[in-house]
């Protein structure tokens, strides 16, 4: 068996366990700003970074990443946030999409 079906065939995590979660129920990556991106942990700003360039590359029908030019990306995203904090991440992320 492989390790994605044993994966899959686990149970699912309870409710109560689900409420514990730090993370929000549901947002808007729209509203997103800068400063929330730079209020995250280092992990969580990469999960989030992954998710607008996933939307990016899904729009471009992108299928190839190539991780050196993420993660310079992913610098130049940050460097800009610190000095615009309240600008929204969809703008940040638009701007070192290429």
């Excluded at 929000?24 to 209020?39: I, R, W």
């Excluded at 029908?61 to 969809?90: E, L, N, W, Y």
Aim: glycine share 4%; hydrophobic share 40%.
């Amino acid at each position: 068996m492989s390790s994605f079906s044993a994966a899959v065939s686990q149970q699912s995590p309870s409710q109560e366990a689900l409420s514990e979660l730090s993370t929000p129920k549901e947002f808007d990556l729209s509203k997103v700003t800068c400063g929330d991106y730079l209020n995250l942990s280092l992990t969580d700003r990469g999960h989030l970074l992954m998710m607008y360039w996933g939307y990016a590359a899904a729009k471009s029908g992108t299928t190839k990443f190539v991780t050196a030019d993420i993660r310079a990306r992913a610098q130049k995203v940050s460097d800009f946030c610190a000095t615009s904090p309240k600008t929204p991440m969809f703008t940040a992320v638009d701007k070192f999409a290429t």
